[in-house]
């Protein structure tokens, strides 16, 4: 087998007891349930810290039972059902968008593949389980998800969560491509789609140093996949009301909002997995600590990276303003998937001179090479473009009609409204009175109005 291959060993998997295997799905959930009550206060409190105001101080010390009081609220308030709405799918689609969302943790490693710690006495995985093609479980994971969102925009019978759930759809089908080809370009450097053998493939260096490229589409995707701001248009309240959440309320709306916590903690997961080493102890640490990546210690690096990859979305939400319907669809349509497309190409191209021992110098002229055609080709293609609009803008243009059609439209881009007549300035008008034209009345010679004295 090539030695840049990974042969992804899951022998250890699949061996602990039953009960072993309930205590480690128990704690995948609380950590979970655990992260996102601290991040919805986290976030009220570093938003609140951006925007220099106080935040949530009063349930707990410093206010960090906020979300608890929250939760429990919501349960206690009057569960509304729509009359115009199908009962069934309305009920079944918040259950739809929660429960993939606490799916996707199972695969996700904690630690070394090892039996490195001991549960009760049994040596076993910080893992619940992993897969072959664990990542592949993972996208399916999340795309089911989505179903919850469509189906409560769908069955609500309303105008305004019909539009919610719409947009939803197209903004998954646009981010996800990009993010598809993200997750290729690991799977080509890995050679594995195990979550426990891309970690262990980063042990001389991460992957955001091999490919940024990767980790940049990756991160912009996920803020998409997760409807989370500026790319939250599912939820514009300025235009949808409360979109597809909008006829929601008491715990079914909670668990909307619960779905897409545990969906910002489970991208973040996947980034740290990815891309950041997952649970192995950053650079300067690893380098005179043998034991950082042994033990429980793995846990604790996975857990800041987590962290601070949930900052990095409340940052976003605190600067960015919500971007239009129609920047979003372009980013998605015709920049991250060109981009990640193009990006995959030259990644493959890389591994597949590494795998036939080429050395680094060859390889970067064959790239280079590469990189200047494609230069090439664009800036000829842009000559001829520029050339064609040069010969439409003088090719004459119809008169644009703004009646035409019988109502009042708006000039398209390159159509100019027909000039507006104008009255005569008031000197070079005639007045015109009952005596005739020729009276003494008619004013006099500087174009003044006479006056009736």
């Known amino acids: 087998m090539s030695p840049f ?70 349960m206690l308030k009057e569960d509304v059902v729509v009359k115009r709405a199908d009962k069934v799918i309305y009920v079944l689609a918040p259950i739809v968008a929660a429960i993939p969302a606490c799916m996707a943790i199972a695969v996700i490693p904690f630690g070394p593949a090892g039996n490195e710690i001991s549960i009760f006495g049994h040596r076993t995985t910080m893992q619940l389980t992993d897969l072959p093609i664990a990542m592949l479980y993972i996208l399916a994971v999340a795309s089911v998800g989505i179903y919850g969102i469509v189906l409560a925009g769908w069955s609500s019978g309303s105008t305004y969560p019909l539009l919610g759930g719409l947009r939803s759809c197209a903004q998954m089908i646009s981010y996800e491509i990009a993010m598809g080809a993200a997750f290729a370009s690991v799977f080509l450097y890995s050679g594995s789609m195990s979550t426990s053998a891309i970690v262990e493939q980063q042990h001389d260096r991460w992957y955001i140093l091999l490919l940024p490229v990767s980790f940049v589409l990756y991160v912009i995707t996920m803020v998409g996949e997760t409807n989370r701001a500026p790319f939250d248009m599912p ?42 080493g997952g649970w192995r102890a950053p650079w300067p640490i690893s380098t005179f600590w043998e034991g950082a990546n042994h033990g429980w210690w793995p846990m604790l690096w996975f857990v800041i990276k987590v962290q601070l990859l949930l900052f990095f979305f409340i940052w976003l939400r605190g600067t960015l303003p919500r971007v239009r319907y129609d920047q979003l669809m372009k980013l998605g349509w015709k920049v991250l998937i ?82 507006v007549p104008r009255r005569r300035p008031r000197q070079e008008r005639e007045l015109i009175v009952s005596g005739g034209v020729d009276t003494v009345s008619d004013g006099t010679s500087d174009g003044k109005e006479a006056s009736d004295g």
């Open 235 to 276: 939820e514009s309240e300025g235009d949808l009301v409360g979109g597809f959440n909008t006829e929601y309320s008491s715990i079914k709306f909670a668990l909307f909002m619960l779905a897409e916590y545990m969906n910002m903690v489970t991208v973040s997961a996947v980034t740290a997995t990815l891309f950041l």
């Open 338 to 419: 060109p981009v990640s497309v193009v990006w995959l190409m030259l990644v493959a191209t890389v591994r597949v001179l590494r795998n036939e021992n080429y050395d680094f110098a060859d390889i970067a002229l064959y790239v280079g090479g590469g990189v200047l055609a494609l230069l090439l080709i664009s800036f000829v293609a842009d000559m001829f473009r520029d050339k064609a609009k040069t010969a439409e803008q003088q090719a004459p243009q119809p008169a644009f009609d703004p009646l035409a059609g019988g109502f009042p439209v708006p000039p398209l881009p390159g159509q100019q409204l027909p000039a």
């Open 5 to 74: 291959l990974a042969a992804e060993d899951l022998s250890l998997f699949g061996r602990d007891p039953w009960w072993l295997v309930v205590v480690k799905a128990v704690f995948c959930f609380a950590f979970l349930m655990l992260t996102v009550l601290l991040s919805i206060v986290w976030e009220r409190k570093v938003v609140a810290w951006m925007q220099l105001r106080i935040g949530p101080n009063r349930h707990g010390p410093w206010g960090m039972l906020q979300s608890l009081a929250d939760g429990v609220k919501l």
